[in-house]
């Protein structure tokens, strides 16, 4: 098994809210909204959230719709030959 240098990042890294912000590609104050109204997990400390990466992605599957999943698998063609 391959060791990861020190600095490369892995799911369990915790993340600054600004980091979720860019990774989610919402505002701050959405982002705030999510952890309050949505159970989004996080970590408090001080003033401020930290994220295991992890932890969102997870969280974010409860959100996916079922044409997400049908534009992950491939369509079968239609046959439109017919015998007369």
């Known amino acids: 098994m391959q060791k990861q240098p020190k600095d490369t990042p892995t799911d ?3 993340m600054t809210t600004t980091e ?3 990774f989610l590609n919402l505002s701050r104050t ?3 909204m999510m952890i309050q109204k949505d159970g989004l997990p996080a970590f408090k400390f001080g003033g401020d959230y ?3 990466k992890s932890e969102v992605l997870k969280w974010m599957e409860q959100f996916r719709t079922s044409t997400a999943a049908q534009e992950s698998t491939p369509k079968q063609e239609s046959k439109s ?3 007369r």
């Open 12 to 14: 369990e890294t915790l």
């Open 20 to 22: 979720v912000m860019a």
């Open 30 to 32: 959405k982002v705030w």
């Open 50 to 52: 930290r994220f295991r």
């Open 81 to 83: 030959c017919s015998k």
